[in-house]
């Protein structure tokens, strides 16, 4: 089945530094997805992105859609001890269902 | 809006018991998906509806597993019987079409001893 490899799958960084994440997949993906998930609750929406070569930004959060449309990543800018969360990249290959990937645990030191 | 809502938020049983999650989605959201998650597998699909009907229950990992919406703004998942592996948290999540946003519930953790 379609697999979707997030890397890293942990980041310990001070707080101010930029960090990056990036999915990977083995088919090609129509859209992708962005979602954070903090401790004890369900996962929330980042950022959508829906074409390929597609950049878009939320705050500090910049994601984009890879041309190949199997990969896509995300930034986040000057971390802040609030960023701490599991982040989770999203595809979907068809009009309905979503694949997650593994998820990126991110921990900020301030 | 009151969000996704499920229930319990935590779950303890023993092997062999019967075990039932309840989710009601937002109000006007046609689809409801249920997913689990774990350390080893991470968050995978189970089942999901559209209009209440279950369209995609190929994620059910087996027979134990079933899943009802019997109306717009309430659905189930049910094990019977438990098993120490079916330990995990389960979410429910619902969107108005399915190239929308899913919004997620807080999520059941369930543990089976």
Redesign the interface.
């Known amino acids: 089945g379609q697999q979707l490899n997030q890397s890293p799958q942990s980041m310990f960084i001070q707080e101010g530094e930029d960090v990056s994440m990036n999915c990977t997949s083995s088919s090609i993906f129509n859209t992708w997805l962005w979602y954070k998930q903090d401790p004890g609750e369900g996962p929330v929406l980042l950022i959508a992105l829906y074409k390929a070569g597609e950049l878009t930004s939320n705050g500090r959060l910049t994601a984009q859609f890879g041309i190949t449309r199997k990969d896509s990543f995300l930034n986040i800018s000057a971390s802040i001890p609030s960023d701490v969360g599991i982040y989770f990249c999203a595809g979907r290959p068809n009009a309905d269902k979503l694949i997650f990937g593994t998820g990126t645990r991110l921990q900020v030191f301030p | 809006d009151a969000g996704?809502i499920q229930s319990p938020r935590h779950e303890v049983t023993e092997m062999g018991q019967e075990v039932t999650l309840r989710c009601k989605p937002i109000s006007g959201h046609d689809?409801l998906f249920w997913y689990r998650q774990t350390m080893m597998r991470?968050?995978?699909?189970l089942i999901?509806f559209n209009n209440n009907v279950p369209?995609?229950d190929s994620g059910m990992p087996e027979d134990r597993f079933s899943a009802k919406m019997p109306n717009a703004s309430f659905s189930t998942l049910k094990i019977q019987p438990s098993e120490p592996r079916d330990s995990a948290v389960y979410?429910c999540?619902s969107s108005s079409t399915?190239?929308n946003?899913?919004?997620?519930?807080?999520?059941t953790r369930l543990t089976v001893l």
């Open positions: 996704v689809y991470g968050l995978e699909l999901y369209i995609d979410f999540a399915p190239y946003e899913q919004f997620f519930g807080p999520g």
